[in-house]
């Protein structure tokens, strides 16, 4: 049970629209998060904690804290990263189409528009109400090769975790809600991440 | 022919009045054939040119000849600025980018940028340049602890949202060293950015710059490059929701191409109808149009054929202004036709006005022959015109149209309404002692107005409304771009020269910023620095097994895999390899376009342009320029003003010789000094009023005024003359009378249209010369004309002669 991974954990299908509408919170909506950035450029993945901020449809912010302090700003089509003692850094959201695939899933869940994402994404849902998991595949051609899937879980009206592509080829992955004594002994992998987001699922 | 031979209808006479009319005919035939053939080379010969230069003075210092350069092919006056307005900021951010792409490989454009750094801003074969570009080395070396910082970085670049775009970059730039090199390339000044392209400071309007292939002043291509720009706008926003405005110098030049062909026509016809309608009600005969319209025709044609034989190309300008003078050439036929009558063959009528009109049309064409020695090629060209135009009416009017008419009709000097008029006109004051005040009056008036007495913005000698230059300027402005009227230039031997002195200044200029001076600068070694300073930077790079071992001590601990950075290591090699970049290796990117604008070959060798931002204080400017030999601070505003001035004086030279000149074809024709006084009069005094008018009404005298004077002058000196020919003769006088009524009224007319236009230019001579006309009219009736007639018994049998008949 602890080993399935997030595509595999295979339930009765539920309603993706009426899931999403569930998850609805008013904006601003704010969430602790804990991610990990896996690269094959990398040995290890690595690790950051902050905050999300949801403001508007197309307005997110994402507050670095820890290891250190960085605060990125995307609003419209455009991205600007902001980190302490350094230049400022800005880029347009279509050079970056796992951003934008963020901020949509981002926008669906929190606003409960599930027509907004399928403008965007093929929808699915499966699991039930008490621990579910909602993929989002890329309509878009371009954007299906750099990111293939979003994955998100999650238990009653609680996300928990935000998975960007999967397997070897998994990009982020994103834990929500507060990890103070998340501890790894050995490597860090997608599998076991995607294990502790099914227990914190559960806990819930 | 006499005036009997109308009522005999005997049968060879009718023959003979039938050979005669065929013969009229042929000359008719002929005479349109010979124009056709006139027109058909000058149309093929005659490049119209628009270049405003060709109406200034030859430059004589590097200030003047700089800004003629400028003005005429400068990279700058090819720049167009766009303007997205009227969505919201996000939607016109992706307008603004979906334009960029699509004119990326537009021919028509040289480079179109919104703001948003590209990437591909460098070519493939160009990107292991970065290192010699970007001035990284100049501080830093490739060492351990300068990569291990770096490495850092990265990786915090990777975990933020920017890692998704770079992680395919980085192990090729670790140091981002192109990213470095393309910020290097932004304006120095930056405008204001949203979602990543050019805004206004409002955030209201999108802002875009493109630059034509095409010069500014190539109406044509222009027309077709914002075509091109509007359908591309078109086909990303169907439903119209933004607005596209272009401005800029090309823009201009196609705009007033429109605008004044599209006055111009309704002035033209709405002209001839009223010539029209004021020929058949003067002359009460239709072919009387035809007549009237044949020497101005001639003249026009004439014109052209010359200005196109001896310059080839004809300036715009040019022709507005020489159709303009040689709207004096419609009072020829007039002349004659109010002259001719029933019991007076055209001849005859012409032989004896040839004197008067020939000593007009020669003073006239004297006058304006000054003007090929002018320096000002324009001017010449408008010499030319005029004098062939003027030569070929009078000369047709005298030898061909009297042959082609036929009978005289009514006699104008038999009107009874012509000669209450004159009668009224005689009982008038006569002026003397009122001319004499009324010419100090206008020396005082035009001595003490405040306006300025010339206007020397060059500016203000482009046609262009002042509401669009406004808009174009704050457009510029909001772009950050570079201050309009200071700015540096560089002489040097060659191109890399020039970069390296651009180098040597770099510090200098930064202390002007920081004292107040201005507040900021650009120039040609931003883009690309110096050969020596590329070969010093690729000294400082790390031969390979150096930056391998570097690497691997940085690496360590950073979370890096070894071995991802090779493409890296494959790069500093070749660098380190490269010959310098030289100007001419860049081929057409949009680095070439850059540097083509700041730095450009000279006859002294090369030159290299600083454009400055935000000038406070120009003295501190001038006194850093005057501290290096090579260095001038070019004043354009001033240089311009210089030149305008010095048009000027050439032109009030021509003049004055012109006066002279005229003044002694008039007394040599004239021969009494009472008789040149009055013909001289009328015309002196009317510039006078009218320059006093418009000074009056806070109007600037400019090269515009100029010419409408000397056109009205060229009128008044005719309307003059011919009173004072008309003498005693109270028929003759009549006739004279009609004729002079009958041109004024239609130059009035088409001049008081001009004057309606909404194009500066016309409305100023349009008005100038409306003026001119009413007042030499007025003078000439009440100075030129002959000591009083009261003689009772001249009067008494003219007025049975007009009995009788």
Known sequence: ?204 | MSAGSANDRSAPSRRLGQSVRSSRVWLLVLWLAALAVLGYFAQRQLQIGTDLRLFLPKPTTPEERLLLEEIGEGAGSRVLVLALSGSSPEALADISRELAAALADNPAFRFVANGELSMDALPEELLPYRYLLSDTLDEHTFDASYLREQLRARARDLASPAGAFLESWLPRDPTLELLSVLQRWQPAQEPNRLYDVWFDKDGKRALLLAETAAPAFDPERQRQAIEMLRQAHGSFDSNHESTLTISGAGQFSVLMEQRTRGEAQFLGTAASIGMILLVLFAYRRPSAVLYSALPLLSAGLAGLFMVSVVFGEVHGITLAFGFTLIGVAQDYPVHLLSHWRADRPALTVVRELWPTLATGVASTCIAYLTFLFSGVTGLQQLASFTVAGLAAASLTTRFLLPRLLGEGGRDSGQSQALDRLWRSIDALPRLKWTSLILAIAAIVAISLSETPMWEDDLGKLTPVPVELIQQDQELRGALGAADVRYMLVVNATDRQQALRKLEEIQQPLEQLIERGAMTGFDHAARYLPSAATQLARQKKLPDTSTLREALGHAQTGSGFKADVFEPFVNDVQKAKELQPLLPEDLGTSPLATNLEMLLTRSDQGARAFVTLNGVRDAAALRAFSESRTDLLLLDLKGASEALVSKQRTHILWSLGLASILLVGVIALALRKRARVYRVLLPMALTTLIAMATLQLNGISLSLFHLIALMLGAGLGLDYALFFEHAADDPLEQRRTLHAVIVCSLSTLMVFALLAASTIPVLRAIGLTVSLAVVSNFLLAVMVARARATSNPSTHASAHAEAQQS
């Not at chain 1, 934008?100 to 994404?121: C, H, Y």
Request: glycine content about 6%; some cysteine.
């Open chain 1, 1 to 204: 049970m602890c080993l399935l991974l997030p595509i595999s954990s295979q339930a009765s299908d539920l309603d993706p629209a009426a899931l999403i509408e569930r998850l609805k919170k008013p904006a601003p909506a704010s969430i602790a998060f804990k991610e990990f950035r896996f690269s094959a450029l990398l040995e290890q993945p690595l690790v950051v904690s902050g905050e999300l901020n949801y403001l508007a449809a197309d307005h997110l912010q994402r507050f670095v804290k820890e290891p250190y302090r960085e605060k990125t700003i995307i609003r419209g089509e455009s991205v600007r990263v902001e980190r302490d003692g350094e230049k400022l850094r800005t880029f347009a959201l279509k050079r970056a189409p796992e951003l934008r695939g963020l901020l949509t899933a981002f926008g669906a869940l929190l606003t409960g528009n599930s027509e907004a994402v399928r403008k965007q994404f093929e929808i699915t849902a499966t699991g039930e109400a008490a621990r579910w998991e909602l993929k989002l595949i890329p309509l878009d051609a371009r954007s299906k090769e750099r990111i293939q899937e979003i994955t998100i879980t999650g238990a009653g009206d609680t996300p928990s975790c935000l998975f960007m592509g999967s397997g070897v080829n998994t990009q982020s992955v994103m834990l929500f809600g507060e990890h103070p004594n998340l501890i790894f002994n050995g490597e860090v992998s997608p599998e076991r991440l995607s294990t502790i987001c099914n227990e914190g699922s559960a806990a819930q």
